[in-house]
């Protein structure tokens, strides 16, 4: 049974662009969570998503990140026109209902690098 | 929001010697504490949890933790570490209302060596 998988694993992008970053879950997994962990800091809670629905956003940015978890295929968490401070490593995980308890399943993350 | 603070950054330590990594978080009615390793390239993965109950946890690959209510505490620790225990340890905290949401430390680099 594959992990959570997480492309590209690292990413660079030049200021202005967008950045797509794409999380596969586990097999049976319904739930979908978004980390991001700036440089010397932990990972901090972004965003959980259903199948077709945002359930909690109240840690994403309010300008310029978007997440969805569509019916097929993985979840993508989008940057518009990144910025040098979106820098970061950003992990997804996945749990097959409401994860509490430690019950989710952590991807490798992308690292992604704005110049 | 909850906030967690480990400790130290970086812990050098000679095979078969013990360590100890640490870890206080911010205060709150109920907490949930956790512990995860990251080897590298890979993904987050649970050591063990403090959920409820007896307040030292056992874990898997020898470790364990002691929650501290008084002190705000759930350090790791394990009598014995192998040169396979070289990672990355992460302290994590969720409060009782919304406990999918983890709030993590900006973790521990263990080093293991000969």
């Known amino acids: 049974n594959a992990g959570v998988m997480q492309n590209p694993r690292h990413l660079v992008r030049r200021r202005g662009q967008e950045a797509r970053l794409r999380c596969s879950p586990m097999k049976g997994h319904s739930h979908v969570y978004w980390y991001r962990q700036l440089p010397e800091e932990g990972l901090k809670f972004m965003v959980y998503?259903?199948?077709?629905?945002?359930?909690?956003e109240s840690g994403m940015p309010k300008e310029r990140f978007s997440a969805e978890f569509p019916k097929e295929g993985p979840s993508i968490l989008r940057i518009q026109q990144v910025v040098r401070g979106d820098s970061a490593a950003y992990f997804c995980?996945?749990?097959?209902?409401?994860?509490?308890?430690?019950?989710?399943?952590f991807g490798p993350g992308t690292r992604l690098t704005v110049t | 929001a909850q906030s967690v603070t480990q400790l130290d950054s970086q812990v050098p330590v000679f095979e078969e010697a013990p360590v100890e990594l640490r870890c206080n978080y911010s205060s709150s009615v109920s907490v949930y504490l956790f512990w995860y390793v990251q080897y590298p390239n890979q993904g987050l993965q649970l050591l063990l949890k403090y959920l409820s109950g007896s307040t030292l946890v056992k874990g898997i690959n020898g470790f364990e933790a002691e929650f501290n209510k008084s002190q705000t505490s759930f350090h790791l620790r394990k009598p014995s570490v192998h040169i396979s225990d070289t990672a990355e340890y992460f302290c994590a905290v969720s409060d009782g209302s919304n406990d999918y949401k983890l709030s993590f430390g900006a973790g521990t680099t263990v080093t293991v060596r000969a």
């Open positions: 995980a996945s749990s097959p209902g409401l994860a509490g308890a430690g019950e989710q399943y």
């Open positions: 998503l259903q199948k077709e629905n945002i359930i909690d």
